[in-house]
């Protein structure tokens, strides 16, 4: 019956991950990369050309991948320009240089576009083209961004800008120059950082096995090494050749887990000429949050809040006895379990194995398996060694305890590095995802009725799931926000541009349902993109943002959530304090002339 529990919430933890895709939207803007567009003449004469340019602003430590050749899955930075005339001719983008970043998920140099660079879209117009009202031009935006730690596919959508034509048009200086393209040199095959990697077989085998070494002592794998051992217990009371087999098939259950990698790593050189990325699922935020809620699940059971009853083939309690199966499922499973905590150390170890032919690649990772197997094999083999063991007492219920503190820092850990737009429900639905845990195992006994308790775990079940929907499915970001700045507003006023200034903050969840009831709505959304109103998110999170000191001293308000609404020609705005006035912003919108 336990077993079916495990099923039942890896089920669940699938399904929660599953709606962490990246949230698509019209705003070319994510919390890791800004992008704009910039024309290099406002008026452009039929015949002549220009040309427009697409700045990048990533943060510190992102950048885009540049070469196609070198791009793991193709995922280098493209753009797609289109007119909606056809006498506009976009030629080749013109990129800037890029320089050489070393990917340790690959083990090998890659060219990379990082810190502020611009990419050049030149375009001639036909003779034939004739004065026209402002042309709308699209730049579709495709490519990873990524970090040492994971990569991100935002759905950019489309970059828009637009352009005049005219016959009589003076052209004037040019905002930029267009520099000449630049011949890329592709760095083909692993390209090593430094000697310190091109080291001999021998000494690459012997890392790969201290590495495996090293992964018996990761918190990840802990909550099944009290089972591995009492376990090895039970068999030492049955004579040395029971013992031996039992460490023998624990070690080959560790060793198929690394076959698996070895053998993906052959299907994926041979069949698409790519190296197995040992880290890349990190570069996934779906699998990262996954991660988090098995830790974090697993910290619940080490903390006793549920049990997990192994099946007889573990226990060998019935049956044939021997367990075998059982145990190399064990050893299969302790290697899983050490993936979220081992990153780094695997990611040196393959960088290594990667850059070699198949069979030293295959033997390297094989040597992992054999590294992480050989303690159990060494304390299984040697008459006496389980017997000295430390006997259960009260300090392995204390220990087992505070292994369920490590692995929840280690849950906290991989939550950071959930995009930060869908970072709080990740942590929210890590506490309900405990609370059904919670429901599971302490709702219920050994001897609780089959009818209840079917019908407490089905309600578990249903609430995590209910949960993962709607804390974890995407998201569309219906409105283009805007960041606070007093003289952007002013210079809108001054206009008489109408404004919508949305003061929220992260801590405050009356904002949150705001969000929610009003400006999730899609009729709003499309009345202000269609009326031109310049909407602005004032984040008031933290006391020395501007937002905040204008929420106190321009405005006059005490807190948040509060929302302003500047119509044309009006000194003062209307303001709404309360969750729900969307039928009063979508009347006051309909008023205006649309743009």
Known sequence: MREKAVVILWLVLIFAAGGLAEAAGSVVRSDVVTIS???QHEIVRPGSKSALAVHFEPKEDWHFYASAETAPGGMNLKLKPSAEKDYIIFSEAIFPKPHLYFDKALGKKLEVFSEEFTVFLPFSVSQLAAADSPIGVTIGIE????????CRMPDFGQLTTEMKISPHAAMGEAKFAVPEAVKSGVVSGPVFLDERLSYPMWFALGLAFLAGLSLNIMPCVWPVLPLVVLRLVEQAKKGKGKTVAMGLAFCFGILLFFAVLAGANIVLQVLYGRALQWGDQFRNPAFVAGMAFLLVVLALFMFDVFTITLPASVTGKSGSGEGYAGTIGMGFLAAIL???????????????????????????????????????LVLTSIPGLVEKLPKPGRWMELFKQAVGFILLGIAAWLITVVPQEK?????????????????????????????????????????AVVAGWGLLRPVKVLIDWQSYDGSVVESALSTDRPVLIKFTADW??????????????????????????LAIKADTT???????????NVYNEPGVPVSMYFAPGET????????????????LLEKLASK
């Open 37 to 39: 567009v910039e024309s």
């Open 143 to 150: 490519g990873a961004v990524c970090s040492d730690v994971q």
């Open 338 to 376: 050490s993936t979220p905590c081992s990153f780094g150390i695997l990611a040196a170890a393959f960088a290594w194995a990667q850059g070699q032919p198949l069979l030293p690649a295959t033997i390297a990772i094989m040597f992992i398996g054999v590294g992480m197997g050989v303690p159990y």
């Open 423 to 463: 970072r709080t429900s990740v942590l929210y639905f890590a506490v309900v995802l405990s609370f059904c845990v919670w429901m599971w195992g302490g709702w219920v006994s050994y001897n609780t009725k089959g009818v209840r308790k079917w019908l407490v775990r089905i309600i578990a079940v249903s609430l």
């Open 508 to 533: 405050c969840l009356s904002c949150k349902t705001v969000d929610k009831l009003v400006y999730s709505r899609e009729d709003i959304a499309n009345l202000i993109e269609e009326k031109d109103v």
């Open 542 to 552: 933290a006391r020395d943002y501007p937002a905040t000191e204008a929420l106190k």
């Open 572 to 587: 003062e705005p209307v303001r709404w304090r309360d969750k729900s006035f969307g039928g009063e912003l979508k009347a």
